[in-house]
């Protein structure tokens, strides 16, 4: 199962140009996508629905769920029916079973620029594997005083979600609300993969991995989270994916782009890489690979 994300910068490439076709050809072969910085009607990127572009742009073989943390009245067109967004999108070749849209915490900063960020949730049944739980995610990108409540709530809802139930759960005496079908699961096995915005010398990646010992290395626990590229035999400050030439004063290259996953799909990570190549954003698109 080959798994891929991909910070988009709403299709504006290396050079400037906007193009989702070249963004969806370095996706190709993937099973699961995760996407961030998708917009749907903004002037800078052609007023496109870029979700319903990009599913177009990939065949219409995937199934995918969308959800903005940013959304406001688009300022024309009928009441109701344009909307600005920015968010997050997740898309499988197998269906999508049920969805939640998480809107992570934020704060009312003075001079920053500061956006609603969120995390959108998939929940997968794979044929042959365990259902997982997909999210992609992307959190503040002003510094680790705003990151910190963001990581607190991702890892509530790791924590709570399987407690939770799924989309519906229990009984009910009338079929029309079950449609005579089994409650959906809500698994522990979870994947989250976007744009942290954090490098592996964060207190949050030790918030989200586990304290590091000078023998063992990361401290680990049950019900945890893993960096999938260390699972798969790589170290933490191994991989770095994305820069940025143009700011004042540039930045160097650094890892801010991540896929954890819970401790007990570690094991089952065979590969994890950066694809340098690509072209189609500021970030590179990482790929993690399961073996069921």
């Keep these: 199962m080959r798994l891929a994300s991909y910070n988009i910068q709403y299709g ?59 959304d406001m009245d688009a300022g024309s067109g009928p009441p109701g029916q344009r909307r ?27 001079h ?8 959108i949730e998939a929940v997968i049944a794979p044929p042959g594997a365990p259902a997982l739980r997909v999210h992609s995610l992307h959190l503040s990108h002003v510094g680790d005083g705003d990151r ?4 607190e709530r991702l890892l509530q809802v790791h924590r ?17 609300w079950t449609l005579g079908q089994a409650p959906p699961p809500m698994p522990a096995a979870a994947v989250y993969m976007g744009d942290f915005n954090i490098t592996p010398d964060s207190p949050l990646y030790t918030r989200l991995t586990g304290p ?3 023998d063992f290395g990361r401290m680990s626990h049950a019900g945890g989270l893993t960096d999938a590229f260390v699972a798969a035999g790589g170290s933490e400050h191994e991989a770095a994916d994305w820069t940025c ?17 819970s401790t007990e799909l570690a094991p089952r990570v065979r590969r994890a890489w950066i694809d340098q190549a690509a072209q189609g954003s500021d970030h590179q698109p990482i790929w993690t690979v399961f073996e069921f």
């Excluded at 920015?86 to 809107?103: A, T």
């Excluded at 030439?245 to 996953?261: A, K």
């Design 212 to 214: 590091l010992s000078s």
């Design 84 to 110: 600005r967004q920015f968010g997050n999108m997740v898309l499988s070749r197998w269906p999508i079973v049920s969805s939640r849209h998480h809107l992570l915490p934020k704060m009312g900063l003075v």
């Design 245 to 261: 030439d143009s700011c004042e004063p540039p930045r160097p290259l650094r890892r801010l782009d991540y896929c954890f996953v």
């Design 160 to 176: 709570e979600a399987p407690l939770e139930g799924g989309a519906w759960c229990g009984r009910h005496a009338e079929e029309a």
């Design 148 to 151: 910190s409540p963001q990581v």
């Design 12 to 70: 504006k490439g290396k050079d400037g140009r906007f193009d989702l076709e070249r963004i969806c050809a370095a996706l190709e072969g993937a099973d699961i996508i995760a996407l961030q910085e998708v917009e749907r009607h903004w002037p800078r990127s052609g007023d496109q629905d870029q979700p319903a572009e990009i599913a177009r742009l990939l065949g219409e073989r995937l199934y995918w769920v969308y959800g903005p943390g940013l």
């Design 112 to 119: 920053q620029y500061s956006l609603q960020r969120s995390m």
